[in-house]
């Protein structure tokens, strides 16, 4: 007899460690990108998206218990039952994944020490989206514990497995059913250590671009902060224009849906009408209700009867409350109470004198004025007025980025410029990269 | 085959009715089931196994309950399933 299949009607799931093992040998880091990684499983190959959250309404919440945990299914010790997740559904548990919080989890350790947190974890989200137990001895979906399945980054589903998630899902747009994947690019993930430990820290990558010397592919103001996007990474400053970290965040790790394959956006800006925030890139737009992408997303650009091609700005001008486009040289005026486009569009050349005809973006702010950005200035027009203030263009790194006229010429400076603004002193010819010997210590905040 | 003991007739039952091969207890007979429904159900835990399917309760199969694994049933609950 098999169960009645159940899957999840949504395709964009959140999830959550709530509880962490507690005489673990794996820090907290290691248990989320182990969880990561066992999800990304399945989302590789299903047009399933999971993105963690940090709230309390994750789809998939996870824990690890001891015992009777009041669902049910017990917990009996070291050994015996390991873990368990509960199927796709209305139930509030729903997708909730539970861990025997008395084994002795490991990962990357010998069959006879432990048990593997990853291969457990594909197991049971298995469950949580869908699939039911299966004999076929390959299969993950075999009930009993079979010991460690290798590498996170290059585990590969056995082909029973895909095909009854894809009998569920479908298949993912660039997967072929009958291609063994390719090993992924590793770098846009979680970091995993060569051995367990509590690393709290992610290395920075090689391509992070650097904020004193770029210009922006997209800026704006999201709930009063203002963000600045370059590639795969965006700066957010606070509403009093605090830097909230030197280093740049990873787009993907904050705005949980957007595709992880996506290497920079081209417009950004929050509707006035429902404080919803619109991604473009190219020929497609997303919907994000705080920084989770809304279902049905992407969209066409051309919902907002846009041309195909996508946009270069987007900005909601506090003055008449409409939405403008931009692309090229030309743009567009948007009614998003409406949501129709104002007749008479496209019109060329902006409507505001002495800013470029082209623009990388433009934003509000809560001083009232707007704010155009091209290349590394931008230039400041005051509530109301049509014509860019005196005195402007200005440099965007220093007045924004906090960059001095030195980093602002380039990267290799910044070490002797920021040595010299926080007080240290650089000696003549060293590179200290992590600048920890100049006393300056610099955190990043992802999520 | 010897027959298996009290404490491993006790532990197979119990594991057998946990993961779906037998029917949850009956409210008046308790953890009683026959001697042909108890083989039928080893017969199937053994199948879904991947072992020989002979129904005896034997060590293979006793070790095999004892593996670690995943609290969730193999096969839904007999007695869960709803009338036409």
């Keep these: 007899t098999t169960p009645a299949l159940t899957k ?10 709530r509880t962490f093992p507690r005489d673990s040998s794996l820090g907290r880091d290691t248990v989320r990108a182990l969880m990561y990684y066992a999800l990304k499983v399945w989302s590789d190959i299903t047009p399933l998206n999971f993105h963690e959250v940090a709230g309390s309404n994750a789809d998939i919440q996870i824990d690890f218990s001891k015992a009777d945990h009041n669902d049910g299914y017990p917990f009996d010790g070291p050994g015996g039952t390991v873990a368990h997740a509960f199927f ?13 919080d008395d084994e002795a989890w490991t990962f990357r350790s010998s069959d006879a020490h432990g048990t593997d947190l990853f291969a457990v974890a594909v197991h049971e ?17 075999r009930p009993y514990y079979q010991g460690p399945v290798g590498d996170p980054l290059k585990y590969d589903l056995p082909y029973e497995d895909k095909v009854r998630i894809w009998q569920l899902y479908g ?3 660039s997967v072929s059913p009958t291609a063994k994947p390719e090993a992924t690019e590793t770098d846009n993930h979680p970091f995993l250590p060569e051995l367990p430990d509590n690393r709290t820290t992610v290395p920075l990558r090689k391509d992070v671009p650097h904020r004193c010397n770029a210009n922006f592919d997209a800026v704006a103001q999201i709930r009063g902060e203002a963000f600045f996007f370059k590639g795969k990474y965006f700066w957010r400053l606070t509403r009093d224009r605090h830097l909230v970290s030197l280093q740049p965040a990873q787009i993907h790790r904050f705005w949980r849906g957007l595709p992880l394959h996506l290497d920079s956006v081209d417009a950004v800006y929050e509707r006035t009408s429902d404080h919803k925030i619109v991604f473009f890139k190219g020929d497609r737009y997303w919907v994000f209700k705080d920084n989770n992408v809304e279902e049905g997303y992407p969209r066409p650009v051309s919902d907002f009867s846009l041309p195909p091609g996508g946009i270069d700005a987007a900005f909601s001008w506090a003055h008449n409350d409409k939405t403008y486009f931009f692309k090229d040289h030309l743009y567009w005026r948007y009614d998003d ?3 129709r486009m104002d007749p008479g569009y496209p019109a ?7 800013i470029p005809s082209i623009l990388d973006d433009a934003m509000r702010w809560s001083d009232g004025a707007s704010y155009f950005f091209r290349g590394k200035d931008y230039w400041k027009v005051l509530d109301s007025e049509l014509e860019a203030a005196p005195g402007y263009p200005q440099s965007t790194a220093k007045d924004w980025l906090v960059c001095s006229d030195l980093q602002a010429d380039g990267p290799e400076n910044e070490v002797r410029a920021e040595g010299a603004r926080t007080g240290a002193r650089s000696r003549p010819g060293q590179h200290d990269e992590s600048r920890s010997d100049s006393g300056y210590e610099v955190c990043s905040c992802t999520s | 085959a010897p027959a298996p003991r009290t404490e491993d007739l006790s532990l197979g039952v119990e594991w057998l009715s946990r993961f779906g091969y037998l029917p949850p207890p009956d409210p008046v007979t308790g953890q009683l089931q026959t001697q042909e429904e108890l083989a039928k159900a080893i017969a199937a835990m053994q199948r879904f196994g991947g072992l020989e399917a002979t129904g005896v309760l034997d060590e293979a199969t006793l070790k095999l309950m004892k593996t670690p694994r995943c609290s969730l049933p193999d096969l839904a609950v007999p007695g869960a399933r709803r009338k036409r």
């Excluded at chain 1, 989200?125 to 979906?141: K, P, R, V, W």
């Design chain 1, 8 to 17: 999840w009607n949504k395709r964009n799931l959140s999830w959550r460690v």
């Design chain 1, 88 to 100: 796709p559904g209305d139930h509030h548990t729903a997708g909730d994944t539970h861990f025997d």
């Design chain 1, 125 to 141: 989200f298995g469950h949580a989206i869908g699939l039911t137990h299966i004999s076929a001895i390959q299969s993950i979906m």
């Design chain 1, 337 to 339: 109470h409406a949501r």
């Design chain 1, 171 to 173: 298949v993912r747009e």
């Design chain 1, 348 to 354: 060329e050349s902006p409507l505001w004198r002495g």
